[in-house]
């Protein structure tokens, strides 16, 4: 390796790090921390017949997440006490590819995911184009209008399927049956 590819590697490094200085990362997470406030008072809704009657409890823990760009910040981890049993929702984070945020949904039996996805996504398997070019100058890319996504909480349902189930009382339900192996 030769010093000039090093420095060229330097200078990309720098050149990348001025253009995430320049995106809104507290933005980003004040927006992920609203999203999360949203999926807390969600599950309070549909748990409502529950806590109202004195059958499940909620309370909330502050949680220090840390992620790339964003650095160190404070969000709420959701508990829900059901007699024995307890179902921790722990917020992951928001920067993930493919999602807008991850919160862990763990019980005794095991562990599964709510994820903050596209309104149209279907799919955890992210869908892909590939073009094959044979020869000659390849044709100018399309410039596609940028996409306002609708965001929305899904429960990500366990391998194989990957699928991504949308969030109503009948799965909320069943996603809290299987962590605990009820």
């Known amino acids: ?69 964003i650095g160190v910040y404070v969000a709420e981890r959701m508990i829900l006490r059901i007699g024995r049993q307890e179902v921790d929702l722990v917020p992951a984070g928001t920067r993930f590819i493919g999602f807008k945020g991850i919160v862990d949904v763990i019980g005794s039996a095991g562990k599964s995911s709510l994820v903050l996805a596209n309104k149209d996504r279907t799919s955890a398997v992210p869908r892909m184009t590939v073009r094959i070019l044979t020869g000659g100058i390849p044709p100018a890319e399309p410039v596609e209008p940028e996409v306002k996504i609708e965001w929305v909480w899904r429960i990500l349902a366990r391998p194989p399927e990957r699928q991504l189930v949308e969030l109503t009382h009948e799965s909320f339900y069943q996603l809290i049956m299987e962590v605990t192996n009820g």
């Open 1 to 69: 390796m030769e010093v000039r590819e090093f420095d060229e590697f330097v200078k990309r490094q720098h050149g990348g790090a001025v253009a995430a200085a320049q995106y809104d990362w507290e933005r980003e997470r004040d927006e992920w921390l609203a999203y999360l406030k949203f999926l807390y008072q969600t599950i309070e809704t549909l748990l409502s017949k529950y806590t109202s009657a004195g059958q499940i409890q909620i309370s909330y823990k502050s949680v220090e997440l840390n992620e790339e760009d």
